[in-house]
C-alpha cells in the first residue's frame, strides 16, 4: 500500500499473541519507510497507427507505460522494453485496475468504446490527465453526450479532446504520437517540479520545528 500510495515512515509493533498465530508471547517492531522512486503511469488504449507511432515514444520515456486493445491482433506480439501489453475484450473494464494518477491516452478504433472508456475514467475521478484522440467537434460531441449523462461541468472538463501539447500541429500519425508525448513529458516534469518543491517546504517545516524544539 506504501509503495502505491507513498507515506511517512512508520513504526509498528506487533503483539505475538493468538491473533498472529503465536503463542509463546513477545513483541515484534517493524518500520516500514519508502525508497522506491515511482514512475507516472500511462495506460494507453488502442493500437492502432497513432498508438503504435506513440507507445515506442513513450517507452523510452520515465514514465510506466500500460496498452490495452480489444483486438488480439492488434498488439505487437513484441513490445518495447517496459511495456506492459493488456488484451481486453471490453477495455474500459480494465480502468479499474489501474494506479492512481494514471495517464489515460484513449485513442481506439471505435467512438463508442472511446466515450465508455471517458465515462469510466471520469467515474474514478483520480486521473492526472484524461486525453481523447480526435477533432475539436469530436470533443464538443463528447462533451454535450456527458452532459446529456448528467455530468457536471467541472467533471467534463477534465477531458481533452484533442489532445496533446499546443502548438504541435500535423496529422499524421508520428505527428499526433509527438504532440501527445509531448504532453505526457510536460505531465512529469510539472509534477516532477511540484514534488521537489512540496520535499523542500516539508524539510524547511521539519527543521524549524527541531530549532524551536530546542530553543
Known amino acids: 500500500e506504501m509503495l502505491l500510495q507513498g507515506g511517512q515512515t512508520q513504526i509498528i509493533d506487533y503483539p505475538l499473541g493468538a491473533s498472529l498465530g503465536q503463542c509463546c508471547g513477545g513483541k515484534v517492531s517493524l518500520m ?13 488504449f488502442g ?3 497513432v498508438g503504435r507511432a506513440l507507445v515506442p515514444l513513450l517507452a523510452q520515456l520515465p514514465v510506466q507505460v500500460t496498452w490495452v486493445d480489444s483486438r488480439y491482433d492488434m498488439l505487437p506480439k513484441e513490445l518495447p522494453l517496459g511495456v506492459v501489453g493488456v ?21 481506439t478504433h471505435h467512438h463508442g468504446v472511446d466515450l465508455a472508456l471517458t465515462q469510466a475514467v471520469l467515474n474514478r475521478g483520480d486521473a492526472s490527465y484524461l486525453g481523447v484522440i480526435g477533432s475539436v467537434t469530436k470533443g464538443r460531441k463528447f462533451c454535450q453526450r456527458l452532459a446529456a449523462k448528467d455530468y457536471s461541468q467541472e467533471t467534463i472538463e477534465h477531458l481533452n479532446c484533442p489532445m496533446g501539447k499546443t502548438g504541435i500541429s500535423g496529422k499524421q500519425p508520428m505527428e499526433v504520437a509527438i504532440a501527445i508525448a509531448a ?7 510539472h509534477s516532477k517540479a511540484a514534488s521537489h518543491k512540496s520535499l523542500i517546504k516539508e524539510d ?3 527543521l524549524t520545528k527541531e530549532i524551536l524544539e530546542h530553543v
Open 32 to 44: 516500514f519507510e519508502v525508497f522506491s522512486v515511482t514512475k507516472m503511469p500511462v495506460v494507453v
Open 183 to 189: 504532453q505526457v513529458m510536460d505531465l512529469y516534469q
Open 87 to 107: 488484451h481486453e475484450e471490453h477495455p474500459q473494464d480494465h480502468v479499474v485496475d489501474c494506479l492512481v494518477g494514471s495517464c489515460y491516452l484513449i485513442m
Open 204 to 206: 524547511s517545516v521539519n
Open 47 to 49: 493500437a492502432g497507427h
